[in-house]
């Protein structure tokens, strides 16, 4: 009868199997078994779970969730409740902030800021520009680039900035060298009565034309001094920028300054004051009169006159965005 009981209780112990050792992130695994998806947990790995990729040589992890509840994607030693080890893209669904949903977080496309749920409203988690469309600016508000916010274009209502400080010295509209100032203009478009034409509205194609008769140094009136230096503000010294016209001025981050037109600086005539402006200063703008002798000066106290382009006049530049 002992004999018998030895017996069986050897049987039950050789009819147990071993326990194999599960496997582990960093493990081998055959290139036949590339791209096989491989979850591992239990007893064998202490209540840790992995969720591995064979990538044809090992195993790799995806993710781990510890016994203690951490989950990590990346990484298979979360050390928080979740852990990830690279970028983290947040989408959104469009639905409300209510107290239930307290704390979530969602990416706004159209203020592009990552907001959080305040149990009341979406807000967003980081401050963005002052003068970002979606901060309502005023004109006069300084951005986060130190230039200021101008208002609305008259050409689509597009944002416009200003540098908050004038050209460094006194400027004339172009060199006025040879006959006078009876300097020939072509190819920019005229302005005038009903400052309708685009010669009245955008300055930074006007700027563009005066600049493109600089670079071949053939065009009577060139070079276009007071346009050339929005132009080269923050620009390269190459080309027509070569001398430097800017001496090195701020720029601001930004290399798409330009010589507003007559229909932009009345834009900004409204609030002036909060601009920087002097109501007696006198502007050139980029708008052409004539092709020979005059062309638009501004100042801000209703006045709107043509002048010899070979007198020197207040320079202050204009960008879009």
Not at 23 to 33: E, I
Not at 62 to 69: F, K
Not at 165 to 178: H, I, T
Request: glycine share 10%; proline share 6%.
């Amino acid at each position: 009868m002992r004999s018998n009981l030895i017996a069986l209780l050897i049987l039950i112990v050789t009819a147990i199997p071993a326990m194999a050792q599960e496997t582990a992130p960093n493990d081998p695994c055959g290139a036949g078994q590339s791209d096989y998806i491989r979850q591992v947990a239990g007893p064998e790995t202490s209540g840790v779970v992995h969720l591995m990729r064979c990538d044809g040589v090992n195993w790799q992890q995806y993710m781990t969730i510890l016994a203690d509840g951490k989950v990590g994607i990346g990484t298979d030693a979360p050390d928080a409740k979740l852990d990830v080890a690279g970028e983290v893209k947040v989408g959104n669904t469009g639905g409300s902030c209510v107290a239930a949903t307290e704390g979530a977080l969602r990416y706004n496309t159209s203020s592009q800021c990552l907001q959080f749920c305040s149990g009341a409203a979406w807000v967003c988690l980081v401050a963005t520009d002052p003068c970002d469309p979606v901060n309502s600016p005023t004109p006069g508000t300084t951005c986060s680039d130190g230039s200021i916010y101008a208002g609305l274009s008259p050409d689509g209502d597009v944002p416009m900035y200003i540098t908050p400080v004038d050209a460094p010295s006194l400027m004339p509209w172009n060199d006025g060298v040879g006959a006078g100032d009876e300097q020939t203009d072509n190819s920019v478009p005229k302005c005038g009565w009903p400052y309708t034409a685009i010669g009245c509205i955008s300055g930074s194609a006007n700027t563009d034309i005066l600049i493109s008769e600089d670079s071949n140094n053939t065009v009577p009136g060139s070079p276009h001094i007071a346009a050339r230096y929005c132009y080269c503000l923050g620009k390269p010294l190459s080309g027509v920028c070569a001398s430097d016209p800017t001496s090195g001025a701020e720029a601001y981050g930004h290399d798409d300054w330009y010589l507003a037109s007559r229909n932009e600086f009345l834009v900004m005539e409204d609030n002036y004051e909060s601009l920087g402006f002097e109501e007696e200063d006198k502007y050139w703008t980029s708008s052409d009169v004539t092709k020979t002798q005059r062309a638009i000066r501004i100042s801000f106290i209703d006045e709107v006159e043509d002048r010899l382009k070979s007198v020197s006049e207040l320079v202050r530049c204009t960008r879009k965005n």
